[in-house]
């Protein structure tokens, strides 16, 4: 008498067996490549942006200095008309260069708290975790990019009280949130490269408040570059704080600029920054 054949176990619609019991004894595949590194860079993001919830001194506090720029530089200087400003009202013309200042101010010394991560053991920690170094960098950039976009949500709300002509128009700002993200991310990164080079953060607090006033006054931020020396001139068309400066003018008060040119410079000056932020990163460990 021949044996009966085994019957198969009937097959589910999703390709597995019996009642899916091969979900319990197979593990997922693993998203490997490319494909994890989207979700450690939001996973970094909203790691520090978590901090926010414990303290929000940080914010309210550096909120303070561009809303004297606009109330006490920007009133005075509309006033007395001693700088050009491409046929706009001065004050106008500044509102963009205080937003682009103020991002920059609050991503230079990002570096300090890398530092800090280092000596409380927390650096070492992440970079032994499969996570790559520039998906750690990246996300941390960003995080500071949404820290700057809460501060330039701050300047614009101030300079609509003062009476400046923005555009509101929703594709128009949202080039805005990507300007101040890019520029953010820049000077973070650069903060996080000279903290891979100087290593304490007492070098770093010299160097970034040494840096961040020739920064900015080397840029369009408060003055049109045609009112520029030649030599200032020559390091403001390297300076990426100009290209934000003109975006954001463009993207605000609908003057002319040069857009294309402006995102491609800081899609650019923030990729060169991840890459040397992350080639310096594991000095920091050492």
Excluded at 70 to 85: A, C, K, N, V
Excluded at 203 to 221: C, D, E, K, V
Excluded at 241 to 247: G, M
């Amino acid at each position: 008498m021949s044996a009966v054949p085994a019957t198969p176990p009937p097959v589910s619609a999703d390709g597995t067996g019996t009642g899916g019991l091969d979900l319990l004894l197979v593990p997922p595949r693993a998203r490997t490549g490319w494909r994890v590194l989207p979700a450690r860079i939001t996973a970094m993001c909203v790691v520090e942006l978590q901090k926010l919830r414990h303290d929000r001194t940080e914010l309210y506090t550096r909120a303070i200095q561009p809303a004297l720029w606009l109330l006490i530089f920007g009133e005075t200087f509309t006033r007395i008309r001693l700088i050009p400003s491409d046929g706009i009202p001065y004050l106008d013309y500044l509102a963009p260069g205080i937003i682009a200042q103020s991002t920059m101010f609050i991503a230079i010394f990002y570096g300090i708290q890398i530092i800090w991560e280092r000596d409380s053991g927390v650096l070492t920690k992440l970079l032994v975790t499969p996570t790559p170094r520039a998906a750690l960098v990246t996300g941390k950039a960003f995080a500071a990019g949404v820290k700057a976009m809460i501060q330039a949500v701050v300047v614009m709300v101030i300079a609509a009280l003062l009476g400046v002509s923005m555009t509101w128009d929703p594709v128009r700002l949202v080039g805005v949130i990507v300007a101040v993200l890019l520029g953010s991310a820049f000077f973070s990164c650069l903060s996080v490269t000279i903290a891979g080079i100087v290593l304490t953060r007492d070098r770093l607090m010299g160097i970034g408040q040494a840096i961040t006033m020739p920064l900015f006054f080397a840029s369009n931020a408060l003055y049109p570059t045609a009112a520029m020396p030649d030599w200032l001139r020559y390091i403001s068309a390297v300076n990426p704080l100009s290209y934000q400066v003109d975006a954001l003018r463009g993207l605000l008060l609908g003057i002319p600029a040069h857009l294309p040119l402006d995102f491609a410079v800081l899609f650019a000056a923030t990729a060169i920054g991840i890459t040397a932020a992350s080639g310096l990163l594991g000095r920091l460990a050492r």
